[in-house]
């Protein structure tokens, strides 16, 4: 199975600067799917943004953009600009093209932001 | 469009007993799958569903089953409860399950305390 590793439980960022989160994995694949996903106080997991292992471009998503390193086998998140409801616990996921909707999650980072 | 809906959003129950919680996927999902998350063991896959049949299952024991219904929602049951079993169930609807970058939509959970 694909271990999902985010070393860093808890981060925090003043207001207005710039994070990066850390996330790697383990895998034999050379095709696969990445994914960041936001969990706030309300429970609900949001996507974040999410990156092909083919495209060799960075995905972004406004204040939000991945360094995709597949060598490294690494996958940071960069939020920009932080704001007040970035605060959350964030997860990276892995999935295999090979097993549906099986996603393999970290085990979290906590985020918080300092006003 | 409405998002994933789980019903109860909080259950307690006594050792022994069963549970069946509920999840109605976004409109025109034919997907759902359904995670466990607890601390100690951080988001685990249990199964997904599409087009009413069991795609995948994860490393669960037999007492946890579940099923889908023809409009796509979905239902978990749990047989003889353990305290162990304590933990927020998420339900997750997607458009497929070809293992391609269609993200994950997440409901709120439901939160099991078995006592």
């Known amino acids: 199975a694909q271990t999902v590793t985010q070393s860093q439980p808890e981060m925090s960022v003043q207001e207005a600067e710039t994070v990066t989160l850390s996330c790697t994995y383990d895998t034999s694949e050379s095709d696969y799917y990445l994914f960041w996903y936001k969990q706030p106080p309300s429970r609900q997991m949001i996507l974040v943004i999410r990156q092909e292992a083919y495209k060799q471009q960075n995905a972004t998503e406004n204040r939000f953009s991945v360094n995709f390193q597949k060598a490294a086998k690494s996958f940071s998140l960069k939020i920009s600009d932080s704001q007040l409801g970035d605060a959350a616990m964030y997860f990276c996921?892995?999935?295999?093209?090979?097993?549906?909707?099986?996603?393999?999650f970290g085990t979290g980072t906590s985020l918080t932001v300092i006003p | 469009k409405a998002g994933v809906t789980q019903t109860p959003r909080y259950l307690i129950k006594t050792r022994g007993q069963q549970v069946t919680l509920s999840c109605s996927p976004i409109?025109?999902?034919?997907?759902v799958s359904w995670y466990q998350q607890t601390p100690g063991q951080g988001l685990q896959f249990l199964f997904e569903?599409?087009?009413?049949?069991?795609?995948n299952k994860g490393n669960f024991p037999g007492r946890f089953s579940g099923r889908q219904f023809s409009n796509s929602r979905s239902e978990m049951n749990v047989s003889t409860l353990e305290l162990g079993d304590s933990a927020l169930y998420l339900c997750?609807?997607?458009?497929?399950?070809?293992?391609?970058?269609?993200?994950?939509?997440f409901g709120n959970g439901t939160r099991l305390t078995v006592t």
């Open positions: 409109s025109g999902h034919r997907s």
């Open positions: 569903y599409f087009s009413e049949t069991q795609r």
């Open positions: 997750a609807s997607s458009l497929d399950s070809g293992g391609g970058n269609s993200p994950l939509h």
């Open positions: 996921a892995y999935r295999s093209p090979n097993t549906g909707n099986q996603f393999y």
